[in-house]
């Protein structure tokens, strides 16, 4: 049965991105960084609240709902607020002329919430692709920056790269089945070919979401972009990525468990006996992944680059959650571990790289640890609220952090993969390092006195949206830390 409704928070998003995009050439410059920011804002607010009247059903079988997809919907609309809110201070007191920054935003926001809920390839590629060209322009916005410049043509570049090899892939995968649908059944004598599609795909999402081995632009990029659109970046792209893995790992390794749905990811279900070669993939991910992720964001200065290797590590962290809760003995999937760290980790990274963005003053491109130091003291109010982000992503309680790594950790251990959740464990101590440094630096005492207005907190322009934002991800994480069930409450 197809339910058009189901689609209604994506359509509702990218139709604000029309509305402002539209309503961009008749403000005046002035003027745009005031008006659209409020307006991207209440489209999204329309976006949220119709995941209430969604149904748990599929869309002409491209789409489907379920009560996870709601959930990381939501959430990706809730980092896309605070990514409006960043923007609006940043440019705002950049006095960027252009108001197109807050309609590509929303657009990206659009196609990642198509990826979370896309059960066929090409309304996925639709969804990706919808969410990767206006963060490329995004990445770039700083025309005359050279730093943006390299990280736009590198995610480009490497962008289309991948895109090329998630159609061969697809291409591969269609002829093993005979369709494009995620679910649909192999061939028989024609699995080899079908593996090799899933591979290639797999490996096209993992760049979406900068896992290692391919995750070489993330620094870049995110060096490259405004502060703002780093903490976007990190948690948008990476939520729609990841819920696009976990229904290509299920439409490739399950079998439907009585009557539910295959494509439910709320569901556990039980793995094929025959279809569990890309277990070490994973591992070999993941291990890469939070190892070069956690050392390497040790030695970085500049929170963009430190929150790219988060990106990174955090990855590694999240896909351990497909093999859960005992994908190597029982044959078992259960991903709802998976999805709530995704969610917390998106809250996270969204509210503190946004807070980052208010506590560097007026040029955010100022954000390195020499730099931000002492700015909590004059900005107390969102500082505490970024800290709280910060500890969350450093799995400090009774932030919802701590529950997230606690259940994920825990999982893997009861299901086979203990040396995997110790080293997951041990570098989790050593991201916890560079995390609670940044929430040290802030409270520091400043190096010298500093009187200008723009970075001690006299100058409150374009601050309403951007300190309820952070406020409101601070809340979220304590609330969901204490209450998790409350995250499935869309």
């Known amino acids: 049965m197809s339910n058009i409704v189901n689609l209604l ?65 939501a959430s990706i609309l809730l980092c896309a607020f605070l990514g409006v809110a960043g923007l609006q201070w940043t440019l705002g007191h950049e006095k960027f002329k252009g108001g197109e920054a807050y309609g590509l935003l929303m657009l990206a926001s659009s196609g990642a919430v198509l990826m979370t809920q896309a059960i066929d390839f090409l309304a996925l590629y639709l969804g990706m692709e919808l969410a990767s060209f206006p963060i490329y322009a995004l990445v770039g916005l700083r025309r005359k920056d050279v730093n943006a410049s390299e990280g736009a043509f590198k995610y480009f570049v490497s962008g289309a790269v991948f895109s090329t090899i998630f159609l061969y892939g697809v291409a591969l995968i269609y ?24 591979l290639l795909a797999l490996f096209a999402l993992l760049f979406k ?22 903490g976007f970046m990190a948690a948008v792209v990476k939520v729609g990525a990841l819920a696009a893995l976990g229904t290509l790992w299920l439409g490739s390794l ?16 039980t793995i094929h006996s025959e279809n569990k070669s890309l277990f070490y993939v994973i ?22 680059r430190i929150m790219a290797y988060s990106a990174v590590m955090n990855a590694g962290f999240i896909v351990i959650g497909l093999l859960l809760p005992d994908y190597a003995t029982e044959g078992t999937v259960q991903m709802g571990a998976m999805y709530y760290f995704l969610i917390t980790y998106a809250i996270g990274s969204a509210g503190a790289l946004t807070g980052i963005a208010y506590l560097a003053g007026k040029d955010d491109k100022n954000e390195s640890l020499d730099d931000i130091q002492g700015r909590g003291r004059k900005r107390p109010y969102v500082a505490v609220a970024t800290t709280v982000c910060l500890a969350s992503l450093a799995g400090m309680p009774p932030v919802a952090g701590f529950l997230a790594k606690f259940t ?3 999982d893997a251990l009861a299901g086979g993969l203990g040396l995997i959740a110790a080293i997951a464990f041990g570098l989790s101590l050593v991201a916890a390092v560079f995390y609670l440094r940044i929430a040290f630096v802030l409270f520091m005492p400043m190096k010298a006195v500093c009187e200008c207005k723009c970075c001690c907190g006299k100058n409150t322009a374009f601050a309403y949206l951007l300190r309820f934002g952070v406020t409101l991800a ?3 994480l304590i609330v969901i830390g204490i209450f998790p069930k409350l995250a499935l409450i869309v």
């Open 408 to 410: 994920l950790f825990t």
């Open 209 to 230: 979401a900068g896992a290692a081995p391919v995750h070489f632009w993330v620094a870049d990029v995110y060096t490259g972009a405004s502060v703002a659109v780093t």
């Open 283 to 304: 591992i070999v991910v993941s291990v890469l992944s939070m190892a070069i992720g956690a050392f390497g964001g040790l030695a970085q200065k500049s929170i963009r």
């Open 9 to 73: 928070p994506a359509i509702l998003v990218a139709f604000g991105a029309l509305v402002t995009l539209a309503a961009e050439p008749f403000l005046k410059d002035e003027n745009k960084h005031k008006v659209l920011p409020w307006v991207a804002t209440f489209f999204i607010a329309l976006g949220v609240g119709s995941y209430f009247i969604t149904t748990t059903d599929t869309f002409m079988n491209l789409y489907a709902m379920d009560p996870i997809r709601r959930v990381l919907g």
């Open 175 to 198: 002829g093993a089945t005979g369709s494009t649908h995620i679910f649909a059944a192999v061939i028989a004598g024609r699995g080899m070919l079908y593996g090799m599609g899933v």
């Open 474 to 476: 601070a809340i979220a």
């Open 254 to 269: 399950v079998t439907r468990i009585g009557s539910a749905p295959a494509w439910n990811l709320a569901e556990q279900v």
